[in-house]
């Protein structure tokens, strides 16, 4: 069975940073993509960050330069280094791994940026 679980989010002021993290069971996280989602109040899920098998990673534009998505293999954890945080970044943060043609998520977590 393939679990997911997020931690890490809070409130923090703009500029600010923090760091997500997924606890991952039943997958190792350095076989095949793991990936950031998130989801604003009222707006659809979308893709922050991706890491692939190989180490490749991918941002969206939005996060590019600021957030760092990084695994542990010892560990089997997907991390989410968010910096200079801006109030758009506010969301709900989930991690999800597309495994053998399905796709499993965390229940999120979230990150209010503001003032």
Not at 36 to 59: C, F, H, M, N
Not at 87 to 93: N, R, S
Request: with cysteine; net charge positive.
């Amino acid at each position: 069975q393939i679990l997911l679980a997020e931690s890490g989010g809070g409130l923090v002021q703009p500029g600010g940073s923090l760091r997500l993290s997924c606890a991952v069971t039943g997958t190792p996280v350095s076989i095949g993509d793991m990936n950031w989602y998130r989801q604003p109040p009222g707006k659809e899920r979308t893709l922050v960050a991706k890491i692939s098998g190989s180490g490749d990673t991918t941002y969206a534009d939005s996060v590019k330069g600021r957030f760092t998505i990084s695994r542990d293999w010892r560990n089997n954890r997907i991390y989410l280094q968010m910096n200079s945080l801006k109030p758009e970044d506010t969301a709900a943060y989930f991690c999800h791994a597309p495994r053998r043609q399905r796709d499993y998520w965390g229940r999120g977590t979230q990150v209010t940026v503001s003032s």
